[in-house]
């Protein structure tokens, strides 16, 4: 036994598990519960996502999406249950420490960003790390650190765009994009926090069918570098040809999760969810 093995009769009864986490699991929701005022949300919902997939959450309106993707990425803080992040245990922590910890999900652009530029929007999510101390930009050396770094910054914002094949709207006001061209703005600004697993909430909402193949081309190609990706999508054909594994909410909790093969033909789900229409 190395060094760094412990033997499992070494362990206190409650810390073994009699189903140790999988290596390929990089997240992990378990009874998860949120509550407002005598709404219950999310009622125990437990799923898991593996590492490096494309995994589709769907559910009918009010089924608990939205409020799950809040309280795995610390918007909202949940009454109940356990988020893990590559096995570290993250329920209920900010969401710039979920940011850190490289999951991160994207946001629709604020009105206040609607007047800056594109390339202003991009900088902005990595520049909070950056020349913010007031001794960086005052000690001569320190000053020569922040200009590196921002040098670097903005190399790979143009990596961004150019990746999005964005360059060319690189001046304009955010306000004035189309609704497909701010979904790939959203999707470049999650991106410039070089995130590990990106939670994508409806990312096609709006999107004309030539922006939505390209977007889906270029989350293709994030997820073949390694990228996880969970996405809340209401458009069903899209999740099931493009994800491997699928998970449905129905009030709350999960109702099934698996291959979207598996998914459709699951009686539970086309009765609950689909209305026997499948
Ligand atoms: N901040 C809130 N305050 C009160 N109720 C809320 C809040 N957020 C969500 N809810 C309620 O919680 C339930 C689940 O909502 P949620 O938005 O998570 O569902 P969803 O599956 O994402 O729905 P949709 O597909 O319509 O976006 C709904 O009944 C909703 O009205």
Redesign the pocket.
């Known amino acids: 036994m190395s060094d760094t093995e412990i033997e499992s009769s070494e362990l206190p009864d409650d810390a073994v598990d009699p189903e140790p986490q999988r290596n390929d699991v990089e997240l992990s929701v378990d009874g998860l519960v949120?509550r407002?005022?005598g709404?219950?949300?999310?009622d125990g919902a437990s799923f898991e996502v593996e590492s490096g997939a494309m995994t589709g959450l769907i559910?009918?309106?009010?089924?608990?999406?939205?409020?799950?993707?809040?309280c795995i990425t610390g918007i909202?803080r949940p009454d109940a249950g356990t988020v893990r992040f590559q096995g570290r245990d993250i329920t209920g922590i900010r969401p710039y420490e979920c940011a850190d910890y490289g999951l991160v999900r994207t946001f629709q652009i604020a009105r206040e960003m609607a007047n800056m530029t594109v390339l202003e929007n991009l900088m902005l999510p990595a520049q909070n790390q950056l020349g913010e101390q007031l001794w960086r930009s005052v000690l001569p050396f320190a000053r020569q650190e922040v200009e590196r770094e921002e040098r670097e910054l903005l190399e790979r914002v143009w990596e961004v765009l150019e990746f999005f094949e964005i360059e060319h709207i690189a001046e304009e006001k955010a306000g004035n994009l189309s609704g497909g061209q701010r979904k790939l703005l959203e999707m470049a600004r999650a991106l410039m926090i070089e995130p590990e697993m990106l939670l994508l909430?409806?990312p096609f909402a709006g999107v004309n069918p030539t922006l939505e193949h390209k977007l889906l081309d270029h989350i293709h190609e994030l997820r073949e570098e390694g990228y996880t990706f969970l996405i809340?999508e209401?458009d069903m054909d899209l999740i099931m040809e493009n994800c491997e594994r699928v998970i449905v909410?129905h009030q709350?909790s999960v109702l099934a999760e698996g291959a979207p093969e598996t998914i459709t033909s699951n009686e539970q789900v086309i009765e609950a969810y689909l209305g026997g229409e499948v």
């Open positions: 949120k407002f005022g709404i219950t949300a999310v559910g009918p309106n009010g089924a608990g999406k939205s409020t799950t993707f809040h909202h909430d409806e809340v209401h909410m709350g």
